[in-house]
Nanobody
Framework: QVQLVESGGGLVQAGGSLRLSCAAS????????MGWFRQAPGKEREFVAA????????YYADSVKGRFTISRDNAKNTVYLQMNTLKPEETAVYYC????????????????WGQGTQVTVSS
């Protein structure tokens, strides 16, 4: 059974940084894509970034390019999202997700989800 456990959320001032972690277990992820999504109250779930376990190909939403970095540690089976220069409008619950196959930004193609971690950016 696949388990994804996020951590690292919290309260940060605008312009600050946070690093989220997603510990993955339950299967081999070498053929998987790992993604980060976020959902603010009253809004749809939004793609943030994705990475292929094998090869490390990356994909970012335009809104976070140059500020956020997704990475993975194969030995620890962990995916990270380094978030810099955070904005108040990026306050949301951030979710880690996994899908078999190639990079993608459509949330319903992701098969497995973590429970989410709250990120609050104060102005």
């Amino acid at each position: 059974q696949v388990q994804l456990v996020e951590s690292g959320g919290g309260l940060v001032q605008a312009g600050g940084s946070l690093r989220l972690s997603c510990a993955a277990s339950g299967r081999a992820f070498s053929s998987y894509t790992m993604g980060w999504f976020r959902q603010a109250p009253g809004k749809e779930r939004e793609f943030v970034a994705a990475i292929r376990w094998s090869g490390g190909s990356l994909y970012y939403a335009d809104s976070v390019k140059g500020r956020f970095t997704i990475s993975r540690d194969n030995a620890k089976n962990t995916v990270y999202l380094q978030m810099n220069t955070l904005k108040p409008e990026e306050t949301a619950v951030y979710y880690c997700a996994a899908k078999a196959g190639y990079l993608g930004s459509v949330y319903h193609t992701y098969e497995h989800w973590g429970q989410g971690t709250q990120v609050t950016v104060s102005s």
